[in-house]
């Protein structure tokens, strides 16, 4: 290696290079929805906007804006179909994505699904819907030809690929194909408990249902979302389901000081996931870093140190970095006033490069654990 490459790397090296990211999950649909938030405005434009017209129903300001998304270089988010039951909101707002019966749910998440497809087309500079292989790639030659330090004319559209988050809404099973055709490619079978399984606050095996719905996933090609699924349901996942894997916004519990519930991911689901080569996202959400984080100081004694740390267990146990990607969930019921202090908003996922360069990972790991990695699950289930 001459000498001008390597004082380019060692330079590189030093300014923290920027990596394309993928983040799999960030309720998108629901936000807007719900809070008629507008994400082709910067995250600062929403905040203001907010704080002006307070919009019922929303407590925490957003991490959100299409030119965050540009400046940090988040290329690809896996935009969800959410929405709560009924019985777990504290207050109705109108609007609010919620249900009371599985029926419901239905009509909910396919105006989900249809609004996705409304949004990417009406607006196809800020949002681009991604569903085969072949928009996948093209997505990417894009981002990848991108400006390093991107001004607006050099934005890209970031791209969406639909998943649902808890099963509530399909209510039949014939009807998969068709959520498949339109686009979905990941589905989540908890998030509170439902038909299917037990959930977060609410736990419970598989049911017979539960089971009978994950044999039909698999046969159309779905990729299966642990995330929020009570811990024997998983187990049995794992064990038996033969397709996909991923959780794709999950912490290891056992690092988590103080915590005390069933949401985040067993050190025994953690082995298997890693064994089935799944891929486990990761949430710079302070409770998911620190149950006890109020109490030890707030947002200002929270780094993302702690999620380099969640990170570097993953690869420990795995012994690569294969296994390891980021699943924000920002604005998924919380914003700047949840996240560790290095972060204002998405653009700063970026900051978490020099953390885990100090513990010894390098480039390549780096793009792994950004993009790589669940690069990799979208290249193995999308269609042609
Ligand atoms: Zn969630």
Redesign the pocket.
Known sequence: MNQLRRSEQLLRRFFNPMNLIIDA?QDLAYNILSFGRDYSRSVHQTRQIEASHPVPGLAYQSLLGWSQYNQGKVALVFGTLFAAPARAEKELHPNLQVYNTPAEANQVYWNQLNFYHQLTQEKPSVFRLITTKADLQAHFRDWENQPADPQPEDYLPVGIVPTM?GAEGIIDFAELPLWWENGLRSIGLA?AGNQFCGGTREPGPLTDLGRELLGEMAQTGFILDL??MDEPAALECLDTFPGQIIAS?SNVASLVKGYSSNRLLSDQVINQLIERDGVIGVVPLNAFLNWEWRADGGREAISLRLLAEQIDHLCQVAGNCDHVGIGS?FD?GYGVEHVPREIDNIADLQKLIPFLQELGYGEDDIAKIYSGNFLRILNAILPE
């Open positions: 999950h988050e998030w995330s929020h916004h969930d998924g």
